[in-house]
C-alpha cells in the first residue's frame, strides 16, 4: 500500500508523540487490513489505525478491520485485542481487613485508666513465656490482647457502609424515560418531544444526586 501526505504527517505525529502505530503490524490478508472503500467501490485503502504509548504497546495483541458491521458509513469497523493484567496492591488487598483505632479517647484519663487496667489483666497471663517460646505465636498474643481490648472499649471506629448509589427508584426512573423515550419514537409531536425531555432532565437530575456524597 501507498502513503500520501495524510500517511506521512500521521507517521510524524506518532514519532513525535513515541506512539507506535500497531495496525500495520499484524500479518493479515488485505481484505482485513481496507478499512475504507470508495463509494464506486473500487478502491480500498488502510486510513483507520490504532496508536498506543510504545511502553505499552506489546499490550496489543492484534488488530484488523470487521466487515461485517452494519453501519451507514464506507468505512469499516476496526478490531484491537487487548491484553492486560491488573495487580491488586497488598495494601488495598488488606486495608478492609485491618481495623482502625479512634486514639481520640485515649485523651480521655477515664477511659485511659480503663484500658491500662483491661490490659495489664490480659497481658499478665504472658508473664510465664518461656525464652524459647516461637516469637511469632507469642506475637499474635499480644497483639490478640491489644486488639481485644480496644473491641472491648469504644476505641474501635466502626466503618461506615456506603449506601449503594443504584436501587429500585433508579430502575422506576430508567424505564419512566424508556417509555418517554419510546412514545416519541412512534409519534414525534411537540407534545412527546416535551415530555422526554423533561423526563430525560428529571433523571439526570435524580442520578447526579445519588451520586453526591452524604
Not at 507506535?20 to 478499512?35: A, D, E, G, L, Q
Not at 481487613?97 to 479512634?102: A, E, H, Y
Amino acid at each position: 500500500m501507498d502513503s500520501n501526505d495524510n500517511g506521512v504527517r500521521l507517521v510524524k505525529f506518532a514519532t513525535s508523540k513515541n506512539l507506535v502505530v500497531k495496525s500495520t503490524m499484524f500479518p493479515h490478508r488485505n481484505i482485513h487490513k481496507y478499512t475504507w472503500t470508495s463509494p464506486a467501490g473500487k478502491t480500498h485503502n488502510q486510513i483507520d489505525h490504532v496508536l498506543i504509548d510504545r511502553r505499552w504497546h506489546s499490550s496489543v495483541l492484534d488488530v484488523q478491520s470487521f466487515r461485517g458491521a452494519d453501519y451507514d458509513t464506507n468505512h469499516y469497523l476496526v478490531i484491537a485485542k487487548v491484553g492486560a493484567r491488573l495487580a491488586v496492591g497488598k495494601q488495598a488487598a488488606q486495608r478492609f481487613d485491618r481495623q482502625r483505632f479512634n486514639l481520640r479517647d485515649l485523651n480521655e484519663p477515664e477511659f485511659r485508666e480503663q484500658n491500662q487496667i483491661e490490659i495489664t489483666n490480659k497481658y499478665a497471663g504472658l508473664e510465664n513465656v518461656k525464652d524459647n517460646e516461637d516469637v511469632y505465636r507469642t506475637w499474635e498474643n499480644i497483639k490478640a490482647i491489644f486488639q481485644s481490648s480496644a473491641k472491648w472499649s469504644p476505641s474501635l471506629h466502626e466503618l461506615k457502609q456506603n449506601k449503594p448509589s443504584f436501587d429500585e427508584k433508579c430502575l422506576g426512573f430508567l424505564d419512566q424515560r424508556k417509555r418517554a423515550k419510546m412514545l416519541w419514537t412512534l409519534d414525534p409531536s411537540q407534545s412527546n418531544v416535551y415530555v422526554m425531555n423533561n423526563v430525560r432532565h428529571e433523571v439526570s437530575r435524580h442520578f447526579r444526586e445519588k451520586r453526591r456524597p452524604i
